[in-house]
């Protein structure tokens, strides 16, 4: 009899700032040298205000884009798109040579607590986007990061002098948070849909 072998995970690359300020700075410094490329970019929330607060905040910089939201078609003349996850099936919407080509980096803003459902976010926008890369845009200061020691890594690049608008993006960075969030989908009972981050671990601290 053979072993069935465990399906491996979606791979997709990390970006992690010291603060969610930095990771905003950050995140419009990426939108800028997509623009001035020509190329595309589309960012992906797990969470209602982590939409809000990068709408906000692409406005109030006048960075161009569109939200491209349930049974919305995409219309308008930009390169820059922003989706929440539950409307991902709303993909099909792009262009097409933006789903076929190489053009187009998609960004998600945020890690979901738990690694299944990041999994499943993964395999939905492969399914509609196969040759785009993924990048996670995250803050040392958000409430999962803080769950493993990351007040112990701010700490750390403080000490060796990183400039806070610098990023850590390593492998070992990207299987930490992996291993973190198998461990809390341990004791997590059920998919909860949450506003915020923190709802979401309130919420899970009430279900217990």
């Keep these: 009899m053979f072993l069935k072998k465990k399906k491996k995970g979606i791979q997709a690359d990390d970006k992690v700032w010291i603060s ?34 990068v709408q906000l905040m692409l406005e109030k910089l006048e960075v161009s884009h569109q939200t491209i939201e349930a049974s919305d078609m995409v ?9 929440n996850a539950h409307n991902l099936s709303q993909l099909s919407t792009l262009p097409q040579y933006l789903a076929q080509g190489n053009q187009l980096q998609v960004i998600v803003s945020e890690h979901y607590p738990a690694y299944e459902r990041d999994q499943e976010v993964l395999q939905q926008i492969k399914d509609y986007l196969p040759n785009a890369p993924i990048c996670f845009f ?13 007040d112990r890594i701010i700490s750390m690049m403080e000490s060796m002098g990183m400039d806070e608008n610098e990023s850590i993006a ?18 997590a009972l059920q998919t909860i849909h949450t506003a915020s981050q923190q709802e979401w671990f309130d919420q899970r601290e009430i279900n217990h």
């Design 20 to 53: 969610k300020v930095a990771k905003f700075k950050g995140l419009y410094r990426f939108l800028e040298k997509i623009t001035e490329a020509g190329t595309n970019a589309l960012i992906v929330h797990h969470f209602d205000n982590t939409q809000q607060e």
């Design 75 to 83: 219309t308008n003349p930009t390169n820059i798109f922003v989706i």
């Design 138 to 150: 995250t803050s040392l200061d958000e409430p999962f990061m803080q769950l493993f020691g990351s």
């Design 170 to 187: 390593h492998s070992m960075v990207t299987k930490a948070i992996m291993k973190a969030q198998q461990k809390i989908e341990k004791h």
